[in-house]
């Protein structure tokens, strides 16, 4: 894509940034505004915006159109993404709304799977057109199925100003933001600016960085799902420990790109214990969030707005980092951020235990 706008690496990768930071800025307040729409025609509507800002990059000339159809998508996912989790968990039984989290965010996994190398095959072969070309398929796709299968139910509207003033004023809330914060951009720090590192620095062919990114997503799914016990039970102490297994893989990088073994292990560890963390994280958001009235609603979409808000602030310093030193330090900036965010986890969890 770089290359056929005629930007820099750098300048293309702001376009994570600016997709990010529009979904952080739109989700809370148009999840509340449109959360009186029944969810059939609501995310229905979301996905036929996403066709349409799919298209326009698809057609696009030149940047400043891409950047167009890009803010029409982010301005419609963010919404679709705080409506899907709670229109999972609220069309199951309570018992099982760690495992609706778990589908919903597994989709995500299984989109990082299949998406980025099929994405990455499709763009060396055909163009970075053909790819959007085929997101546009794909949401006419999903939309059949949203139109076939979602009922036209209406959950209460939750996300209004007294919820969500509500839950900026939860301690135990705000600290978990905090967290996800900083994993999140320590996550999409690295991620966004992956491919170089491995290429620069491990050293991979293209085709070994298909199959590298295939295991980190691929490790992420297995994860996904195999984290909703451990949720269910103790998410504080199962995200402490992912959280520490997260900040060792992202540290690890460097030194693993010596050998091909080694990088595809650290890889496989990072999307392991990457995958984990968004179910962790929206598990304790819905516990904490559960005591307030109308809180899951509003706090899934400021989870939203601020994971969101965090993958454009790392792909932002990833940015910034790639054009001035390139993508050597990448990791071991990441890999701060992760660390914050394992102290971060075990100072609330200690709290929590002094709170009793």
């Known amino acids: 894509m770089a290359a056929g706008l005629n930007v820099s690496l750098g300048v293309a990768g702001y376009l994570v940034t600016i997709f990010a930071f529009m979904v952080a800025l739109t989700a809370a307040p148009l999840t509340g505004l449109l959360g009186h729409i029944n969810r059939k025609a609501l995310m229905s509507g979301l996905l036929a ?107 209460a509207r939750s996300a209004r100003r007294g919820a969500i003033s509500a839950v900026f004023k939860n301690g135990a809330l705000l600290a978990i933001f905090g967290i996800t914060a900083l994993v999140v951009s320590g996550n999409f720090l690295a991620y966004t600016y992956v491919t170089p590192f491995l290429e620069q620095v491990a050293g991979q062919s293209s085709g070994q960085i298909s199959v590298l990114l295939l295991v980190y997503g691929a490790a992420g799914v297995i994860t996904n799902f195999a984290v909703g016990p451990f949720a269910a039970r103790a998410p504080r102490t199962s995200l ?80 910034v980092l790639i054009n001035l030193t390139g993508p050597r330090p990448i990791p071991y900036v990441a890999a701060v951020f992760a660390l914050a965010g394992l102290l971060a986890t075990i100072a609330t969890r200690a709290n929590k235990a002094r709170a009793g």
């Not at 095959?121 to 299968?149: E, H, K, N, P, Q």
């Not at 893989?249 to 990457?274: C, D, E, P, R, V």
């Not at 968004?278 to 707005?305: C, H, I, M, W, Y």
């Open 49 to 155: 915006a996403c066709f349409a800002g799919n298209l326009i990059t698809w057609l696009a000339s030149d940047y400043l159109v891409v950047f167009v159809g890009r803010i029409l998508v982010a301005a419609a996912i963010g919404v679709f993404w705080s409506t899907a989790v709670v229109t999972a968990v609220h069309l199951v039984a309570s018992r099982n709304a760690v495992r609706a989290t778990s589908v919903v965010f597994g989709g995500v996994s299984l989109a990082t799977v299949l998406g980025v190398p099929a994405g990455t095959m499709l763009g060396d072969f055909y163009g970075w057109r053909a790819v959007f070309a085929a997101l546009c398929l794909l949401c006419l796709g999903v939309f059949t199925l949203i139109v076939w299968s979602v009922p036209a139910v209406r959950i």
């Open 240 to 319: 402490g420990i992912v959280a520490a297994l997260f900040t060792a893989s992202l540290a690890s990088l460097n030194a693993a790109a010596a050998s091909h073994g080694a990088i595809f292990t650290a890889i496989a560890l990072w999307g392991a214990a990457y995958g984990a963390l968004p179910v962790l994280l929206q598990t304790l958001v819905f516990k904490e969030a559960s005591r307030l009235e109308g809180g899951a609603d509003a706090a899934t979409s400021v989870n939203v707005s601020v994971f969101n808000a965090a993958i454009g602030l790392g792909s932002l310093i990833g940015g």
